[in-house]
């Protein structure tokens, strides 16, 4: 028998690699298939239409159901600020929509239709309970990304990982995000027009998070695929819906901050005025965290810190609760601390 050419024989060679590796990597979770998971969570997910149409801003959107009566979770934003508002459910049935409550600093918003019961949806305060996903986890994302989808069309689904959970350092034009919170990054194109308000769920259709608004990454300038862990956005859903959320106030405890962390940096008097520690608060987040005067600030979770600005930009922002990794110089030696910042003190 004549042998196969060298060139065929590595051809079957790796088919019978691919072939070995192919059902634990597509094969669906035990008891469902994926085209099952994506038609149970096609039903959990609305097309929303209201203002916009003109460039830059979208006059279709995702939203997701969060109760059988009819609360959805979406993104906020011009899209919602019509008095037209309207939601095209997974079997073609359209509702006139009202907003409950935005939330500009989570940057979602909760609305509502009536006149429905029993509708297919997620149980966000369950879904929160879940770990969060890893790195290189896989996640499928529903949206009406690029308008695909109205009345009973099944909105679009994209296969991707987890490619990290970290901060989310965006901006749309030239105005920063205003949630700054953690988000996992995707390796898929999720965030396109009309994906806000999406889903982010793993194989087996549990859902993880919120797909996020265009935007661009401040650091990289180039566009950002993320999604809002639910975990983040548990509490506003559950008492938007009844009725007790009080939106979060952006007070100002020392020298205006979102947060209070208890640094007191040296006065910022020059382009590049170095982050040193002139005071740390007694009691505070800093003082737990082992800070101490003279300590220079050299790096926030990985990121480069050269100036009084730098830091301020990156940690003021963040949302009460927020953990971040510090490192500085101490001395001649670095020390990392761990540095969780808290809500503003209440004025007396």
Not at 200 to 228: F, H, P, Q
Not at 239 to 265: D, M, N, S
Request: hydrophobic share 40%; aromatic share 8%.
């Amino acid at each position: 028998m004549r042998r196969p050419a060298y060139w065929q024989q590595c051809i079957a060679a790796v088919l019978v690699q691919f072939i070995a590796i192919l059902p634990t990597q597509a094969q669906a979770p035990a008891g469902s298939s994926l085209p099952a998971t994506v038609e149970e969570v096609n039903q959990k997910l609305v097309k929303l239409f209201g203002s916009g149409g003109f460039r830059g801003v979208a006059a279709y959107g995702t939203g997701i159901l969060v109760s059988p009566d009819g609360y959805i979770l979406t993104v906020a934003g011009p899209l919602l600020e019509t008095r037209d508002l309207r939601v095209h459910l997974y079997d073609g049935r359209r509702f006139h929509a009202k907003v409950v409550v935005s939330e500009p600093q989570l940057d979602v918003a909760l609305v509502k239709i009536d006149k429905v019961e029993d509708l297919p949806h997620f149980d966000v305060a369950q879904a929160a309970q879940n770990p969060l996903a890893k790195a290189g986890d896989s996640i499928l994302a529903f949206s009406n990304q690029f308008e695909i989808a109205t009345r009973d069309d099944p909105v679009s689904v994209t296969h991707g990982v987890i490619a990290a959970y970290t901060k989310l350092h965006g901006r749309r034009g030239v105005f920063e995000a205003t949630y700054q919170g953690d988000v996992y990054l995707v390796d898929a194109v999720t965030n396109n027009p009309g994906a806000g308000g999406g889903a982010l769920t793993t194989r087996k259709g549990e859902l993880l998070g919120l797909i996020g608004k265009e935007l661009r990454n401040t650091l990289s300038d180039t566009w950002v695929n993320y999604a809002v862990p639910i975990q983040a956005l548990a509490r506003f859903v559950e008492q938007a819906k009844g009725g007790v959320y009080k939106p979060l106030v952006r007070e100002k405890a020392i020298a205006g901050l979102r947060c209070f962390h208890g640094i007191v940096l040296v006065p910022d008097v020059v382009d590049r005025t170095p982050a040193f520690v002139e005071e740390v608060l007694p009691g505070s987040p800093a003082a737990k965290a082992g800070l101490k005067p003279d300590d220079l600030i050299v790096y926030v979770d990985g990121e480069k810190i050269g100036s009084v600005k730098d830091f301020r930009e990156m940690v003021d922002k963040a949302l009460p609760g927020t953990l971040f990794r510090v490192e500085v110089r101490r001395g001649d030696k670095l020390t990392t601390v761990e540095l969780r910042v808290e809500p503003p003190p209440r004025k007396e």
